[in-house]
């Protein structure tokens, strides 16, 4: 069971970047999708972008044209790197891992706050 470790969350100014990564216990190489979702307080997890070993991205409206995501198999690492943040972004971010049979597993989070 591979498992997750989150980093790169923090505090950041409106209009501010972050980039979080996701290192892996193990060669995400086989791992059919990686991603990254959200949870502000009050709400429910929700999607914000997943990339599967072919190369095939999945991004929340909300977040298109702003965050990118990606995973560099050699270094067992997903980032997302986050642009142009507004204060609606702040939220827990959780990293993600999807068997092609549809095994999850779970990073501990990272805090994410947008506010000046």
């Known amino acids: 069971q591979v498992q997750l470790v989150e980093s790169g969350g923090g505090l950041v100014q409106p209009g501010g970047s972050l980039r979080l990564s996701c290192a892996a216990s193990?060669?995400?190489?086989?791992?059919?999708?990686m991603g990254w979702y959200r949870q502000a307080p009050g709400s429910q997890r929700e999607l914000v972008a997943t990339?599967?070993?072919?190369?095939?991205?999945n991004y929340a409206d909300s977040v298109k044209g702003r965050f990118t995501i990606s995973r560099d198999n050699a270094k067992n690492t997903v980032y997302l790197q986050m642009n142009s943040l507004k204060p609606e972004d702040t939220a827990v971010y959780y990293c993600?891992?999807?068997?092609?049979?549809?095994?999850?597993?779970w990073g501990q989070g990272t805090q994410v706050t947008v506010s000046s």
């Open positions: 193990r060669s995400i190489f086989s791992i059919y999708a």
């Open positions: 990339v599967t070993t072919g190369g095939s991205t």
């Open positions: 993600n891992s999807r068997t092609i049979s549809g095994y999850s597993t």
